[in-house]
């Protein structure tokens, strides 16, 4: 509830503001990793959710908008460069 009521706070102050939470499962599979990043996306009222896992030493992870789901990316630094261009095209 304290986050829901920060993020409102900030989205009045900074309108173009663009929330991304982070969902760290570190068990979690496939299915149980997008239901959980997708509560978070929805509680939290977040423009996107990385959800993230290290099940068995391996790292999953998928970046979650509203309508849209990319993924699964077995390492960091391509959900990394993902992210990246995602926010960009959302700030041009």
Same mark, same amino acid.
């Given at each position: 509830?304290?986050?829901?009521?920060?993020?409102?706070?900030?989205?009045?102050y900074?309108?173009?503001?663009?929330?991304?939470?982070? @969902?760290?499962?570190?068990?979690?599979r496939? &299915?149980?990793?997008? *239901?959980?990043?997708?509560? !978070?996306? /929805?509680?939290?009222?977040?423009?996107?959710?990385?959800?993230?896992?290290?099940?068995? @030493?391996?790292?999953q992870?998928?970046?979650? &908008?509203?309508?849209? *789901?990319?993924g699964?990316? !077995?390492? /960091?630094?391509?959900?990394?460069?993902?992210l990246s261009?995602?926010?960009?095209n959302?700030?041009?």
């Amino acid at each position: 509830m304290c986050l829901r009521k920060n993020l409102y706070s900030l989205r009045n102050y900074s309108p173009a503001l663009i929330a991304v939470g982070f @969902k760290f499962e570190p068990d979690a599979r496939k &299915e149980e990793l997008i *239901k959980r990043g997708s509560q !978070l996306l /929805k509680q939290a009222n977040l423009d996107m959710v990385v959800a993230n896992s290290n099940r068995n @030493k391996l790292y999953q992870a998928f970046i979650l &908008e509203k309508n849209n *789901k990319y993924g699964p990316f !077995l390492t /960091k630094h391509k959900m990394a460069r993902c992210l990246s261009k995602i926010l960009k095209n959302k700030l041009n």
